[in-house]
């Protein structure tokens, strides 16, 4: 409120409202107040957690103005939007990067300061939403904050799954995996919103029957029906006025249910019906990087996206755009195949519930979705068996089979007589048991097929899509993955940003080839001084972290050598104990070898059912505890694994490395976003020519990259020419060393058993390739080693590595998606005192 200016000479007064208000005052007054009259506590007896939900309070109330003045100015618009579908949303904890958007860290540090309280400490009390696996989740995350940040009106839509990711612990050097409650203190950034909920219809069986105009129309008769409630939490922008919204689905039974159950007296069957619905977004699927095939897997699928659909005509129709306008009111980006089942799904409404003809209803499907494609690898490529797909979806599959008629036709007209083809491009794979390949059909169902590196776009084109490129090549396109400067810059380390803003402005945050300029720094011996300094401080932080955690000592002058990422063969972690082992047979072979000090990191989560993944993190537990204890090494060596790698501990340990491993076979990884995580940050990367290691190494420059071992191309010819892993063990005495002390039992108390399943993995067909690449890896290490101990050459490099990283920004990725085929325009978003109320 502003008091009117009555004359000249009165001065303006501001009061500010205590829900909007910026001022160190204010926010000091909006905590107190939201701390009696939402936790209901008084300072003295509140814990913790309700100091955290005070702060979260005062915090979501300055975003409402602008979440409400968003979905205002988008209603009245109708502005076209992106609708971004997928099964994960890996958020992380909100509260900090929502300060750091709304511009007000500094404010709010200070009114805790003054209270007594300790901002860090409050946001290390948030439960992070852990609603994903790994880089595909944390992708959608980036996205939405670059969509928010560039202005563009979007939704995310997904899943409310009540469990997460799970919790990692490590008992006696394993895995153990502890449910994910992260709602259980309450979720202060979401909203419910009830009324905007739908019903989802699942299995049963289809019928023709005639309709009041005695036309012939399928009837699907459905024997479940779900209600999915939207839960809202807003997505603000970085130093906008835009809040877009993630909406998440939270599956519940309709009421109908009950009160059949009640009429009929069967009270168990109606409270067992509630729990059969509630199942469905009960839990996140622990995969990465693999399909499951699993009944309860494909009806989250439907869920979220029927909800998702039917939620989109509901906001048409309230704009009063036409039905027939749906791609010019939405594009929807499929992320991955998870969400492919839209296709159909919008096939169905159209055609069944809104009589459309088909012809009609497919022009507006075809125009409207845009599919990414996030893996090359075969076990990752979802595939629904018919039998399991008719039942949960009878009328998917009945529309899926008249999409592949008539596409098999078009295939048919472009290659005549081309058999083999219309059976390698069929949307049903029938080689054997018949299955619905979901990435054939989210490839005839899009404008728009993207890879998600450059590499990556041309393996899809070359290799598991060539058939669909030859067909639509108009389609493919790449969209190189990126990542948020605000969250893993500015508020995983504020060191790095400090030191930046000192010499270049703080232009980078939102154009971060602004980090250009650092070049000309360079040069100067100060500068150099000052970024060796802000490391080692950061490398303090991690240390202390270690010691508390772990109560391992590591030497924060020795280099820091990590790998985080989801544990999976493809990504070599092994290959990375296969050098840590060369490094300690060195030095047991000549404890007085000059070697130089590394302290190995690891973190990440193996997918519960992944018997070798899970047996690497054993490996590399195994080995720490011989190295870090083994008086010969004199701490030169250290290998710690860091349990529960999740958003919050990442932003915690990127800002550390010196090195980043990023060691997966060519050709396996289809992007990679870790490694720009940490490159941006100041870690050298040693990697393959994998994803988009390819073109970090392009903009960095080779001599500050170090790459080995064989190129995609070497690796399919190896394949093809027969690979003979144990010939790289017989010829390299140091591999069949490092190898003989794994069988042998050396770092598993005698026990040769332990570690015979990963062993005859290597020895046996090594998929991967590890003992092919391990020479070239062993010598570049050997290299890195040389490099670190020339600190200022090292030193250079890092600073010309986050120099040259200003494309991988996701706000770069973003604006590529929007220019080349979303076509989707910024809306300013002005900040009005009152939102408008209107009857
Ligand atoms: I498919 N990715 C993932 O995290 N989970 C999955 O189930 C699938 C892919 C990842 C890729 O492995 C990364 O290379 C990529 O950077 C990321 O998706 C984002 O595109």
């Not at 008629?405 to 058999?419: A, G, I, S, Y």
């Not at 537990?621 to 290998?639: A, E």
Request: one cysteine or more; proline letters at 4%; hydrophobic letters at 40%.
């Amino acid at each position: 409120q502003t008091l009117p200016n009555s004359s000249e000479t009165v001065t303006e007064v501001r009061v500010e409202d205590d829900r909007t208000g910026l001022s160190v005052e204010t926010l000091k007054r909006a905590f107190a107040d939201n701390l009696f009259y939402i936790q209901g506590k008084f300072p003295q007896i509140a814990s913790k957690n309700d100091f955290y939900m005070a702060l979260a309070y005062t915090v979501r109330d300055r975003l409402l103005r602008r979440w409400l003045n968003t979905a205002e100015t988008y209603s009245r618009n109708a502005s076209r939007t992106v609708a971004y579908l997928s099964a994960e949303f890996l958020m992380g904890p909100q509260l900090g990067n929502n300060l750091i958007n709304l511009g007000i860290y500094d404010q709010v540090n200070q009114a805790m300061q003054e209270l007594g309280l300790d901002l860090r400490e409050l946001l290390e009390e948030e439960e992070e939403p852990g609603l994903g696996n790994g880089g595909l989740g944390r992708l959608a995350a980036c996205y939405l904050d670059s969509l928010a940040t560039l202005e563009i009106p979007s939704l995310g839509y997904g899943i409310r799954y009540e469990f997460g990711i799970f919790d990692q612990d490590i008992k006696d050097g394993w895995q153990v995996e502890i449910t994910d409650k992260w709602l259980s203190a309450g979720n202060p950034w979401e909203l419910p919103r009830p009324e905007w909920s739908v019903e989802v219809k699942l299995g049963g069986h289809t019928e023709k029957r005639a309709d009041e105009h005695g036309n012939f129309k399928i009837y699907w008769v459905p024997n479940q029906v779900v209600k999915g409630i939207p839960y809202d939490t807003p997505i603000l922008g970085y130093k906008t006025n835009t809040a877009n919204t993630l909406r998440l689905w939270k599956a519940e039974a309709v009421e109908s249910f009950d009160f059949y159950a009640f009429d009929s007296g069967d009270y168990l069957g109606a409270v067992h019906q509630k729990t059969v619905s509630e199942n469905i977004s009960k839990v996140l699927y622990p995969n990465d990087n693999s399909a499951q095939g699993k009944e309860l897997r494909l009806a989250q699928q439907i869920f979220f996206v029927s909800c998702s659909l039917k939620d989109m005509m509901r906001i048409m129709e309230q704009q009063k755009v036409p039905l027939e306008q749906f791609p010019e009111k939405f594009v929807i980006q499929l992320n991955d195949t998870h969400p492919s089942v839209a296709i159909p799904e919008l096939m169905r409404l159209l055609v069944d519930e809104y009589d459309m003809p088909w012809e009609k209803a497919w022009g507006i499907t075809k125009q409207s979705f845009a599919y990414t494609n996030h893996t090359l690898l075969p076990e990752a490529l979802e595939r629904w068996p018919i039998g399991l797909f008719g039942k949960m979806l009878p009328r998917h599959l009945e529309i899926i089979y008249e999409i592949n008629k008539r596409f098999l036709d078009e295939v048919r007209m472009k290659f005549p007589d081309d058999t083999d083809r219309l059976r390698r491009m069929s949307l049903i794979d029938e080689s054997g048991e018949r299955y619905v390949r979901m990435a054939f059909l989210a490839c005839v169902g899009s404008y728009s097929i993207n890879g998600v590196a450059a590499l990556h776009t041309e393996l899809l084109k070359k290799d598991v899509l060539h058939d669909f490129y030859e067909m639509y090549p108009e389609k493919f396109n790449n969209k190189t993955n990126g990542v948020t400067p605000r969250r893993f810059m500015v508020l995983s380390n504020p060191r790095l940003c400090r030191l930046l803003n000192s010499k270049i402005g703080d232009e980078w945050i939102k154009n971060l080839y602004e980090l250009k300029k650092l070049e000309a720094f360079v040069e100067d011996p100060e500068f150099r001084r000052q970024w060796r300094e802000m490391k080692l401080e950061i490398k303090q932080d991690v240390a202390d972290y270690i010691k508390k955690t772990t109560d391992i000592d590591v030497n924060v002058n020795s280099m820091f050598d990590i790998q985080a990422k989801r544990f999976h063969e493809y990504k070599r972690q092994h290959l990375n104990v296969l050098h840590i082992i060369t490094l300690y047979n060195r030095i047991k072979a000549n404890p007085d070898i000059d070697i130089t000090p590394r302290t190995f990191l690891f973190g990440g989560k193996a997918a519960p059912g992944y018997y070798i993944a899970k047996l690497i993190i054993k490996l590399i537990n195994s080995v720490g505890d011989i190295v870090n204890r083994d008086p010969d090494v004199r701490d030169r060596l250290k290998v710690v694994f860091l349990k529960d790698f999740n958003v919050k501990f990442a932003q915690r340990i990127y800002p550390s490395a010196d090195l980043s491993e990023q060691i997966s076979t060519a050709g396996k990884e289809a992007s990679g976003t870790g490694n720009m995580k940490f490159a941006l940050n100041g870690a050298i990367t040693i990697g393959t020519l994998d994803g988009a290691n390819v073109e970090i190494r392009e903009e960095v420059g080779a001599e500050n990259f170090f790459l080995f071992g064989l190129t995609t191309e070497e690796v399919y010819a190896l394949k093809k020419e027969g690979y003979q892993p144990w010939e790289y063990y017989q010829k390299d005495p140091e591999l069949k060393l490092a190898i003989d002390r794994i069988a042998s039992g050396f770092f598993s108390h005698g026990d040769p058993k332990l570690f015979k399943p990963l062993v005859d993995h290597l020895l046996g067909n090594d998929q991967y390739m590890l003992l092919a690449d391990y020479r070239s890896y062993i010598d570049t290490q050997d290299r890195v080693s040389e490099a670190y101990r020339d600190i200022d050459r090292w030193v250079r490099m890092s600073i010309l590595n986050v120099a040259r990283m200003g494309k991988f920004s996701s706000d770069r990725s973003i604006r590529d998606y929007c220019e080349d085929f979303w076509k989707v325009q910024p809306v300013n978003i002005e900040l009005k005192e009152y939102v408008q109320a209107t009857a």
